[in-house]
C-alpha cells in the first residue's frame, strides 16, 4: 500500500507542477517500498538517487518560473527548497556504507516537508502564476511537454525497474 497518495487537494493549478509532484510522491513510495520490502541496499539506494536527482530538477524547474514571472517571494521559496536539498544531502552518508539504510525517520521527514511545501508555497506561487497570468508565460508552456514528457520517462523507468 502505497505511503502517501497525491489527491487533487495538493494540485498547484499549474498541471507542470502537479505532474512533477505526483513523481515525487511516487518516488517516496518506491523507497518506502524498498525499505519495507527489505530490498537490498542497492535498491533503497538507487530509488534514493533517483528521488534526489527529480527533487532537485523539479526545484529548477520552479525556480526558472519564479524567475521568468518576477514573483515576489522567489528567495524566501528557493531557501526552502536550499534548506531541502541540504536536508537530504545529510542523510547521504548513510547510503555511503555497504550496511547503511535510511531511517523511517527520513521518510516522515520528506513527505510531512513536501505537503507542507507543495500546500504551502508552491500553492501560493501556483495561485501567483495563474493569477497573473505567467503560467501561460512561452517558456513555461513550452517546458510543460517536455516536463510531460520528462515525468512520463521518469515513471516508465520506474516501470521497467520494478519488472525486472
Ligand atoms: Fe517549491
Ligand atoms: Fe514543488
Known sequence: MDLFTWSEKYSVGVPAFDRHHQVLFQLINDLHRAMMQGDSF???RSTFKRLQDYTQ??????EKAMHASNYPD????????ERFIDQIMRVCPEFQQPDGHPSSKLLGLMRRW????????????????????????????????AEADSAQEMLAGREARSLS
Open 74 to 81: 522567489f528567495a524566501v521559496h528557493r531557501m526552502q527548497h
Open 114 to 145: 513536501l505537503r507542507t511545501h507543495i500546500m504551502g508555497s508552491d500553492a501560493k506561487l501556483g495561485e501567483y502564476l495563474r493569477q497573473t497570468g505567467a503560467d501561460r508565460l512561452p517558456g513555461i508552456v513550452a517546458e510543460e511537454q
Open 42 to 44: 542497492t535498491v533503497a
Open 57 to 62: 530538477y523539479h526545484f529548477q524547474t520552479e
